[in-house]
Nanobody, 110 residues
Framework: QVQLVESGGGLVQPGGSLRLSCAAS????????MAWYRQAPGKQRELVAA???????NYADPVKGRFTISRDNAKNTVYLQMNSLKPEDTAVYYC????WGQGTQVTVSS
């Protein structure tokens, strides 16, 4: 019903920044909450941040103060601004809004 395409991942040094984008198409009217998850090798997929249509946000404790989630309802797009990146942030980041995106790799390394 909902198709999601993520972009913006890549390789960055510790302390650097990246901005992820997720564009949704399909049954957009049904989307209330959009969220970012991440999954590192050998670990469970975990919630990073979520945002409602009205702009209410929720963050996982490890990213509080460093990451910011936002959305543009007119563009059906959610963003994740990631600052002060740490090696432990390395993971595949997935967008979720009714369905799962394919993921985008974020690697934080010197």
């Amino acid at each position: 019903q909902v198709q999601l395409v993520e972009s913006g991942g890549g390789l960055v040094q510790p302390g650097g920044s990246l901005r992820l984008s997720c564009a949704a198409s399909g049954s957009i009217f049904s989307i209330y909450t959009m969220a970012w998850y991440r999954q590192a090798p050998g670990k469970q997929r975990e919630l990073v941040a979520a945002i409602t249509r009205g702009g209410s946000t929720n963050y996982a404790d490890p990213v509080k103060g460093r990451f910011t989630i936002s959305r543009d309802n007119a563009k059906n797009t959610v963003y994740l601004q990631m600052n002060s990146l740490k090696p432990e942030d390395t993971a595949v980041y997935y967008c979720k809004a009714g369905s799962w995106g394919q993921g985008t790799q974020v690697t934080v390394s010197s």
